[in-house]
């Protein structure tokens, strides 16, 4: 099934890459159609008269303080409203700031609703310009904790990068290291986590080397994530002093800068280049150097035709490689190992995972439940059940703090809801399909 959407949202940044998400990822379920975001004037809008088929749409997305004139839609079109505070119980405002498959399947729901259903959309703070400027962070201690802190500087605004701020203090992302916005500042939680130079000079020899390339996979992990959140990859800082990771798990906590360009880089050249200047510093902290000829076509000046960094690339492109096919690895999986009961799919990994007890119990604490969500903390240690019972299969919240949804609407924790066959079920922030035997 094919749905037609439109789109009004005057944020040109976030329609941009909201668009160009669902039409890279979900093209085959989802037709999108907008209006340009430069409009002055924002009340009393008409779609028809932005060149927007509305008859043809099955549901018509509206963003923060855009006044559409009701009476110029069609009768029954479905709306649904993209907004940074939505009400938890209204399946027809979708919060703009979350992961964009989680959006990707609330916009499915709205369109499958019977009914249109209206709310008024919030207001939205005015979107800006961001400029570029060099990083300086310092450390700070602070109840117990530690951050790298980021003072913007003259002419840097805070709302410029709105979407990305959004997204990174509403979402723990895999790789990123956790973020608080104050006024004028940016801080990074740092807490128990080491740079990575500090790392190399500690752990050296075989198993040193063996632990570094498990970081470098893992910040490769996280830069092939990131679209996901609407995050740029070169925005993150990738110098070896400003990587930091937890010594013990060996994940990394990447900085996230969106007020420039400070991180890899658009291009491979200057992907790997900041890659090979990394290396040097990492080699000069442990008191080596690099031949000069080998710095020739370096970080600060252009590359030779015949590259001397061979070495350096077909590290990089097997890391990359590694890093890609271990995405793949998580959505396959063979006709033979498909469950003979009913089972869910995990949208996030493509894991598909049986429902294979009478009370199929969802949480975060291993001990305790039949399916862990690890790593996520907007998750209840026991979250919800999928519970059988002679006429089908029902899930049940179990009282959790980030609640459980049925189809974008809110499970009442005293109350069971039976499910059907494709039915999305939502744990917090995590999103799964749920499949009957011999589909």
Known sequence: ????????????????????????????????????????????????????????YDALLIGDDIDVMEESLPAGLRLAYLTAEPAEDSPCEISKYQRLEQIYQQIIAVCEMPEAVEEEPEAQEPDGAAEESGPVLSTEEEGGERYRVYRLSDGEDMDAC???????????????????????????????????????????????????????????DTLL???????????????????????????????????????IGQGIKECLRCMVEGGRRMLAGLGETLPAEELQGGYDGEPEEEQPHTGQIAI???????AEERLALKRRITLSELPSTPYLVRKKTGERIPVNKNSFKIGKDENSVDYCIRNNPTVSRSHADIVKKQDGYYIVDRGSLNHTFLNGRVVDPKRARKLKKGDLIQIANEIFTFHLKDE
């Open 316 to 322: 990089f492109s097997t890391l990359q490689q590694a």
């Open 1 to 56: 099934m094919q749905y037609k959407i439109g789109i009004l949202e005057r944020d040109n940044q976030y329609l941009e890459r909201l668009t160009r998400f669902l039409q890279t990822h979900h093209g085959d379920s989802l037709v999108v159609d907008s209006a340009d975001g430069s409009q002055s004037d924002w009340t009393d809008v008409v779609p028809e008269l932005l060149g927007m088929e509305v008859s043809e």
């Open 162 to 220: 709105l979407v990305e701020m959004k997204m990174l203090a509403n979402n723990r992302i895999p790789g990123l290291a956790e973020v608080r916005c104050e006024e004028g500042e940016v801080r990074y939680n740092i807490t128990g986590k080491v740079c990575l130079m500090e790392f190399a000079m500690q752990n050296q020899g075989v198993r040193g080397r063996n632990k570094l390339l498990q970081i470098l996979r893992s910040i490769l």
């Open 225 to 263: 994530g990131m679209e996901e959140y609407m995050l740029l990859p070169d925005r993150v800082l990738l110098l070896p002093e400003e990587i930091y990771m937890d010594p013990a798990s060996m994940e990394t906590a990447l900085l996230y800068l969106p007020f420039r360009q400070a991180g």
